[in-house]
């Protein structure tokens, strides 16, 4: 999320025209149009968001810039070349990292935030934790993990919260 993003199409030499069909989950749907022999670029209903980028393959690649998860969905690149017709098609799924929030609750326990990641981020606590899981689903598809700390033992006094995920792994240390 909040980069860009070029999704390629099927590489030829002698493309006459190419057409992207662009159908994200939220929004409607638009479709970018490139005719070799005029040169030419069209778009019907595309958002800023979405360009070509041409580039000296002459692959009509389709760039996403600041992608969001808005963005999620069906991609398909439809080329008309002198050897015949091709197509490649994309399914974007967007990865949203954790903000780790990690704080000490009115008791003095340790409690960790993985807030609005896509997909749900994971939990675990050093020294180890048999604390429960809290999941909160967000409209717009991510998902905030939190987790209080429940130490086995009554002296620990110095805890680390781990959040894994996908778009990369952080950890804090929180003494309360």
């Known amino acids: 999320v909040g980069n860009s993003s070029v999704l390629a199409c099927p590489p030829n030499s002698n493309i006459i025209m190419a057409t992207w069909k662009i159908n994200p989950r939220?929004?409607?749907?638009c479709t970018l149009g490139y005719r070799a022999d005029l040169n030419k670029t069209d778009r019907t209903n595309c958002s800023?968001?979405?360009d070509w980028k041409l580039n000296?393959?002459?692959?009509?690649?389709?760039e996403i810039h600041q992608v969001k998860v808005a963005h999620e969905g069906k991609?398909?690149?439809e080329v008309v070349t002198t050897d015949g017709n091709f197509d490649k098609k994309y399914h974007l799924t967007v990865l949203v990292p954790p903000r780790l929030i990690l704080s000490c609750d009115a008791e003095g326990n340790a409690v960790c935030e993985a807030?609005?990641?896509k997909p749900a981020a994971q939990i675990s606590w050093v020294p180890e934790s048999n604390s429960k899981l809290k999941k909160k689903s967000h409209d717009n598809g991510t998902v905030t993990?939190?987790?209080g700390f429940t130490a086995d033992q009554t002296n620990?006094?110095?805890t680390t919260c781990i959040v894994s995920?996908?778009?990369g792994n952080q950890s804090k240390s929180i003494s309360c």
């Open 56 to 62: 000296s393959d002459q692959d009509p690649a389709l």
């Open 115 to 117: 807030a609005a990641a």
């Open 75 to 77: 991609y398909i690149c």
């Open 48 to 50: 800023d968001s979405f």
């Open 145 to 147: 993990v939190l987790s």
């Open 156 to 158: 620990v006094t110095n």
């Open 165 to 167: 995920h996908l778009a």
């Open 26 to 29: 939220v929004g409607g749907a």
